[in-house]
């Protein structure tokens, strides 16, 4: 049994940093999350971040704790979690799809907090798969 979480939030990079600030991220996470036996999907926006992480429970709130001290990021909210048999991205440490500018329609509203609940279930769900589907064009 896994933990999956899916946080987004509001990037805090300015745009000259984007590019190693995200390449930065994207290294550490690799690394902290082979020791801690973690597997996840990053994919990012010009203003945000969409992010599942996957692996023992202890292990994903405390990576998401980190996350949430983490300067590059603010307005950080957890969407989802849920208890699986098996994890989306069992093979990837962490896997980056890149940036995803059309992406950035499901995040807004997740992080506004403002659609009722069966449509913000529904935009989970796109935003869910929308991470898969980038994942797979980068294998």
């Known amino acids: 049994m896994v933990t999956s979480l899916l946080y987004v939030s509001r990037m805090t990079l300015e745009p000259e940093e984007v590019a190693g600030g995200i390449a930065a991220i994207v290294e550490v996470a690799r690394s902290r999350n082979a020791d801690l036996g973690i597997s996840g999907a990053l994919v990012a926006t010009d203003a945000h ?27 950080v909210t957890v969407v989802w979690t849920e208890d699986r048999e098996q994890a989306f991205f069992s093979d990837w440490s962490m896997a980056y799809a890149g940036t995803a500018e059309y992406v950035d329609k499901k995040i807004s509203p997740l992080l506004r907090g403002s659609l009722p609940e ?18 797979r064009e980068e294998e």
């Not at 992010?51 to 590059?72: H, N, T």
């Not at 529904?122 to 994942?135: D, R």
Request: negative net charge; contains cysteine; aromatic residues 6%.
């Open 49 to 75: 971040f969409a992010q599942i992480l996957e692996g023992r429970r202890d292990a994903v709130f405390d990576v998401m704790a980190s996350i949430e001290r983490d300067r590059r990021h603010t307005e």
């Open 118 to 135: 069966h449509e913000r279930q529904g935009v989970i769900s796109e935003l869910l798969l929308l991470i898969q589907c980038f994942v």
